[in-house]
């Protein structure tokens, strides 16, 4: 009973989550298949005894398996995913900072007078003042271009992990197709055997 509410548990967080590993998913096994579709399967596969599900120790061995696995994935890109924003928003932090520090300095320079010394150089005000916002246009375009490199590195990652998405379906599919033309040829190989038995009896 605590395996099942488990299991019912585990298809709650893929719903919840939007999980889906495939858009087609394998049926008949868990093998294969979002965790929704092989936790139907093994529900389907289940006797019933009065009100429970009796579930067989392999089916949930595997069925954990399959679930910790997912997890797992779902761990790595949701660590990895955090690691890039973290980095990503240090980075505009940074020039947050860098442009709120070239603000007060143009707030500084407007009180002088107009004759200001800029690295040892005399400079008008005029010319001081078109440097300085010269340079916050710089900065602001950097942090334009960081805002969208960040917007387009989330649009990639998302854009990849539907390719492997894609992949892994696609790996899944041709992984039981293997495995049905292996089992056909064994099966066409035993009968072989056997009507050479037979023929030679």
């Given at each position: 009973?605590?395996?099942?509410?488990?299991?019912l548990?585990f298809?709650?967080?893929?719903f919840?989550?939007?999980?889906?590993?495939?858009?087609?998913?394998?049926?008949?096994?868990?093998?294969?298949?979002?965790?929704?579709?092989?936790?139907t399967?093994?529900?389907?596969?289940?006797?019933?005894y009065?009100?429970?599900?009796?579930?067989?120790?392999?089916?949930?061995?595997?069925?954990?398996?399959?679930?910790?696995?997912?997890?797992?994935?779902?761990r790595?890109?949701?660590?990895?995913?955090?690691?890039?924003?973290?980095?990503?928003?240090?980075?505009i932090?940074n020039?947050k900072?860098?442009?709120?520090?070239?603000?007060?300095?143009?707030?500084?320079?407007?009180?002088?007078?107009?004759?200001?010394?800029?690295?040892g150089?005399?400079m008008?005000?005029s010319?001081?003042?078109?440097?300085?916002?010269?340079?916050i246009?710089?900065?602001?375009?950097?942090?334009?271009?960081?805002?969208?490199?960040?917007?387009?590195s989330?649009?990639?990652?998302?854009?990849?992990?539907?390719?492997?998405?894609?992949v892994?379906?696609?790996?899944?599919?041709?992984?039981s197709?293997?495995?049905?033309?292996?089992?056909?040829?064994?099966?066409?190989?035993?009968d072989?055997?056997?009507?050479?038995?037979?023929?030679k009896?």
């Amino acid at each position: 009973m605590k395996f099942f509410k488990l299991i019912l548990l585990f298809l709650v967080i893929s719903f919840s989550t939007g999980l889906q590993a495939q858009t087609t998913p394998v049926e008949g096994s868990l093998d294969g298949g979002t965790i929704e579709s092989q936790l139907t399967w093994l529900l389907k596969k289940s006797p019933n005894y009065q009100e429970y599900e009796m579930i067989k120790r392999f089916m949930a061995n595997k069925m954990k398996a399959n679930v910790l696995d997912t997890l797992k994935v779902m761990r790595a890109s949701i660590n990895e995913g955090k690691n890039t924003i973290t980095a990503q928003q240090n980075q505009i932090n940074n020039l947050k900072t860098e442009l709120a520090n070239t603000n007060q300095t143009l707030e500084q320079t407007n009180k002088e007078k107009d004759s200001i010394s800029f690295l040892g150089i005399l400079m008008s005000k005029s010319g001081y003042n078109a440097l300085l916002w010269g340079i916050i246009a710089v900065l602001i375009g950097l942090l334009v271009w960081f805002v969208y490199k960040y917007r387009n590195s989330n649009l990639i990652t998302q854009q990849a992990r539907a390719k492997l998405s894609e992949v892994e379906e696609e790996f899944e599919a041709h992984r039981s197709r293997a495995l049905e033309r292996e089992q056909k040829v064994r099966r066409q190989l035993q009968d072989e055997i056997n009507k050479q038995k037979a023929g030679k009896s």
